[in-house]
């Protein structure tokens, strides 16, 4: 069990479910170039609540230093904050990918010191595998395209090239994942090379969707979002799985943009 936190300045309210904006011509996100290590990417992790407390540390002496060795900014969701259908915290990582991937592994030793093996299951867990061997991202629908790619090409390759277990839900071409706004991506291995590795091809793509790091806004009250803007109230549309509504500690929420301003828009990431 990890230790009692008393949250500080470094966990905010997250919220999901809102609208990610096309192109300028309405069309979905078009690939960036190239992708390198030194680009930037920002991406949301689900944490299992046991290993939130490791992470953060005491008195949030491990983020802090976390921050100040990556030069990534690294957030958790408050205490109770879960990601709907789970009972894990959202972090969120900004930074170049180089540096997120040591965001990456910092997460999976704790997650692998932590939690044990009876660990409550979701509906976004791998069969066969542990907690201990998975990772799991919640990224833009536009993002989980790119990580697909054509006719599935690129997930396939993930898959062969690395041998590790990846899952997109909601599935792809089932009506909740054209529903969806975002989406968790499971990587799962019982290496922990094979793991990384994966993980590191996958926020490859995930930075390459120029609308990944998009800033949201209220002009997404307009579309069926599952946030209703005029009630500030998480709508059953915004469930993002099949049967599954969102947990009530997502209400009246400020979204993870509108409380940040542009500090995670920027393409620097000073450490705190």
């Known amino acids: 069990m990890s230790e009692e936190y008393k949250p500080d300045d470094s966990e905010i309210n997250i919220q999901i479910g809102q609208k990610r904006q096309n192109n300028e011509n309405g069309g ?12 930037t990417v920002q991406i949301k992790v689900l944490i299992p609540s046991a290993a939130v407390g490791a992470l953060i540390g005491k008195g949030g002496e491990t983020m802090r230093n976390l921050k100040n060795d990556t030069g990534c900014r690294v957030q958790m969701s408050k205490n109770q904050e879960f990601y709907h259908g789970t009972t894990e915290r959202i972090c969120f990582v900004k930074g170049k990918i180089s540096s997120a991937m ?20 979701d509906p976004f867990d791998l069969k066969g595998l542990q907690r201990t061997n998975e990772m799991k991202f919640i990224v833009p629908n536009t993002s989980a395209g790119m990580v697909i790619g054509k006719n599935g090409t690129s997930i396939k390759e993930i898959r062969e090239t690395t041998t590790a277990n990846i899952q997109i839900y ?4 089932t009506e909740e ?16 090379d094979v793991l990384m590795s994966a993980m ?3 926020l490859e793509r995930v930075c390459a969707d120029p609308l990944h790091s998009q800033p949201i806004t209220s002009e997404s009250q307009n579309v069926s979002s599952g946030y209703d803007f005029a009630t500030s109230r998480v709508t059953t549309g915004a469930s993002q799985f099949a049967g599954m509504q969102p947990t009530p ?3 009246n929420q400020t979204s993870i943009d509108q409380k940040l301003g542009n500090q995670f828009n920027s393409n620097s990431c000073p450490p705190n």
């Open 102 to 121: 040591i965001v990456m592994g910092a997460i999976l030793e704790k997650i692998q010191e932590k939690v044990e093996g009876h660990h409550p299951s």
């Open 177 to 192: 994942a054209k529903m969806s706004l975002e989406r968790v991506i499971t990587i799962g291995h019982e290496t922990n």
């Open 170 to 173: 909601p599935k792809a071409g």
């Open 249 to 251: 500690a997502w209400q």
């Open 28 to 39: 979905p996100a078009s690939k960036k170039a190239n992708v390198s290590e030194s680009d």
């Open 200 to 202: 590191q091809k996958v």
